[in-house]
């Protein structure tokens, strides 16, 4: 997503502000926070099966027409603002049907998580729907984020569809789809912290955190942006940092480790940013 429309940046405003209040005793109680400074600037795009170019050009019509007809706008309000998510339901794997198998890695809220035996979130609603569309029946292949891209390279998965940030080194893998959001790196913090205060760029931000040393801990999701960016690595264009990364199966647990004071920071997307952080300061 290019740029999100006025209606939509309200209700995020909205949510956000309603967040915040939601946390008990208000900010200053809260056990952690979002500096709100984009680290980084990148596209999300769902990542295609190389040898599907039939696939490839249903998804990009689809993107397109959800866009276009306010369908797009509509699932995000779901997440951002006040409406009600639609969980989805996922098939059984049956290669005697005709079905649509979608790789994920459902621990990425808002763009996919589960509730029970259901999955949630704007990626799994729009593999819902794509899959209505292709009159396909949807199978969702819940596997560790480094894995997902591998699936469809090795054709046991159609498509990936788990908050991908698109990057040649995926490109490997997959063929990427028109891009249908634009999402950024952000850091978590202790609560109470004000180290970060003064910062009103990303390079405020870094230029912090360059002058750190290996005791400093940093936790990420293991295969994300956050981890490139802490390590370093010249395809995504990060020269790295020198703290120590500390890679989590999902950015829950790294908050949670943040929380717990085993960590300095946490670097993650964000949204899902946002969702942790609201729902570790609301557990009492």
């Known amino acids: 997503m290019k740029k999100i429309t006025k209606v939509l940046a309200v209700l995020i405003c909205v949510a956000i502000v309603a967040s915040f209040a939601a946390c008990s005793g208000g900010a200053s109680d809260a056990k952690v926070k979002v500096i709100d400074i984009d680290l980084t600037s990148e596209d999300y795009a769902f990542g295609v099966d190389k040898e ?44 005697s049907k005709d079905q649509l198998l979608v790789a994920t890695n459902a621990a990425f809220e808002p763009f996919e998580y589960t509730s029970g035996d259901q999955y949630l979130g704007i990626d799994m609603e729009i593999a819902s729907l794509l899959a209505q569309k292709l009159g396909k029946e949807l199978v969702i292949q819940n596997m560790d984020f480094d894995s997902v891209c591998l699936s469809v390279g090795q054709h046991k ?9 698109v990057n040649e080194e995926r490109m490997e893998y997959v063929t990427f789809s028109d891009s249908y959001y634009s999402a950024a790196q952000k850091i978590i913090v202790p609560g109470d912290s004000t180290e970060f205060d003064s910062c009103k ?13 290996s005791n400093t801990k940093i936790g ?21 940092l020198p703290a120590t990364c500390t890679v989590y199966r999902n950015g ?6 943040l929380v717990n004071g085993n960590l300095s920071y946490v670097i993650i997307d964000s949204a899902p940013a946002d969702c942790i952080t609201e729902a570790i300061n609301n557990v009492a």
């Not at 050009?57 to 009600?84: H, L, M, P, Q």
């Not at 870094?206 to 002058?211: G, M, S």
């Not at 990420?220 to 264009?237: K, L, N, P």
């Open 201 to 213: 760029t990303a390079d405020d931000v870094v230029a912090i955190l360059k002058e750190k040393d």
């Open 220 to 240: 990420v999701q293991g295969g994300t942006t956050g981890q490139f960016f802490v390590e370093g690595d010249a395809d995504w264009g990060f020269d790295g």
């Open 157 to 165: 998965s159609d498509i990936a569809m788990a908050g991908l940030t």
């Open 52 to 95: 599907q170019t039939e696939l490839l050009a249903s998804v990009n019509d689809f993107i397109a027409e959800i866009k276009a007809n306010g369908t797009f706008e509509e699932i995000c309000n779901k997440y951002f603002g006040d409406g009600t998510p639609t969980p989805v339901t996922s098939a059984a794997l049956d290669t």
């Open 252 to 257: 829950s647990l790294a908050v949670q480790d």
